[in-house]
């Protein structure tokens, strides 16, 4: 019996070994490749999209919201490139050697902030969403509700919210020194708490609490929310011969915001389930489920696109972000490019353009004082 046991455990040791292996390339492609090149880009496009919100242009109780959310989106994909993307994309046994070195101390610190700027995104698109439902559907409380200083003291309490409810993760995992034969000296690793092991804990926060605050609570309330905003939206085209200048700019903004709101929903809801099925499955199940690696792969680059994909939609349906990036970026090149260029040539086309003005003006002059004598 124990011996047929010990078979089936080495087979199955065998056949997770050989699934790794395979799925080896299709992560390779997906975090390696696919992650590193939206991150990276998704964290530039973020530092243009803060540089576009805080011009005096666009000054809003809204805009500090989208700041926030940017802020949060580059978090998680950094949080994004060092957990998943260079670990996968890097083949080299020294880099990776120097890598688990670092990260043993790296990922107790890492993980509860960027589960913290996860947070912060899921609470800060519902901020801005109820903030433009009251926009949108309450006109007359708007003008005491909408406001930068309201918007700012929802910025912070959603700040300190999402620390507190990630505070139970910062003792999730520890950093021990351990003997390693291999390399023959002591090496930190990090290894998963008393807490973070306890049975009780992961039923409790991981699935009730964690399905409660971070999808059924602010997910049912985006939906809510955006179907009033998509009807408004509706009702108000119908009559758009009758719509002032001022409300199609709310409007603008509300189709805008909607795009964003949508494609979070989209993008988030995999890695909810991933999350609770993480916390479901046992261990086995996790790393020798070819179907859970390649959802939970998925569900994590859906999250890296999420976060980087921002900045195209306020640029797709926000007319005025566009301007403001236009003259801010754009502009700004065009006019060093024609300053490089053309500079010389028009300095002396201007002056030769004075001087035959000069000329002209003298051989008119002389005319008339012909003309006169005459």
């Known amino acids: 019996m124990n011996i047929s046991q010990e078979n089936e455990n080495t087979s199955f040791e065998e056949h997770c070994l050989d699934l790794n292996k395979d799925l080896g390339p299709f992560q390779f492609y997906t975090w390696g490749i696919g992650s590193n090149i939206i991150a990276i880009t998704g964290i530039l496009l973020n530092i243009f999209a803060i540089a576009v919100l805080t011009q005096p242009r666009m000054r809003s109780s809204t805009a500090i919201y989208l700041i926030s959310l940017a802020v949060y989106d580059n978090v998680v994909l950094l949080s994004m490139i060092i957990n998943f993307a260079i670990p996968t994309i890097n083949t080299n046994e020294a880099f990776n050697d120097t890598y688990s070195f670092m990260y043993s101390y790296l990922q107790p610190i890492a993980y509860p902030i960027a589960l913290i700027a996860q947070t912060g995104t899921i609470y800060t698109t519902v901020g801005f969403t109820v903030e433009r439902y009251v926009a949108v559907c309450r006109p007359l409380q708007a003008a005491n509700i909408c406001t930068m200083n309201r918007s ?132 086995n199940q996790q790393n020798c489920s070819a179907a859970y690696i390649k959802f939970t792969t998925i569900s994590n680059l859906m999250v890296v696109f999420n976060s980087a994909c921002n900045f195209v939609l306020y640029c797709l349906f926000g007319k005025k972000f566009r301007r403001v990036f236009s003259k801010l970026f754009c502009s700004r090149f065009r006019r060093s490019t024609v300053r490089y260029q053309f500079r010389p040539e028009s300095t002396t086309l201007v002056s030769h353009i004075r001087d035959n003005t000069t000329k002209l003006y003298h051989i008119q002059g002389h005319h008339e004082m012909e003309s006169t004598s005459v």
């Not at 700040?159 to 000296?185: D, V």
């Not at 309330?221 to 509706?234: F, K």
Request: hydrophobic share 45%; proline share 3%.
């Open 152 to 283: 700012k003291k929802a910025v912070l309490c959603i700040l300190l919210g999402s620390i507190m409810y990630n505070i139970p993760r910062m003792f999730e995992f520890e950093t021990k020194t351990e003997w390693n034969s291999q390399y023959n000296h002591t090496r930190p690793t990090y290894s998963t708490t008393e807490l973070g092991k306890n049975k009780i804990y992961k039923e409790v926060y991981f699935i009730y609490l964690n399905l409660l605050v971070m999808f059924l609570m602010p997910f049912t309330l985006l939906t809510y929310l955006n179907t009033c905003l998509i009807n408004a939206i509706r009702t108000s085209r119908k009559s758009r011969m009758q719509m002032s200048s001022s409300a199609v700019k709310e409007n603008n903004m509300t189709i805008m915001l909607i795009s964003v709101v949508v494609v979070f929903l989209v993008c988030q809801l995999p890695s909810i389930a991933d999350n609770i099925l993480w916390t479901v499955l046992k261990n």
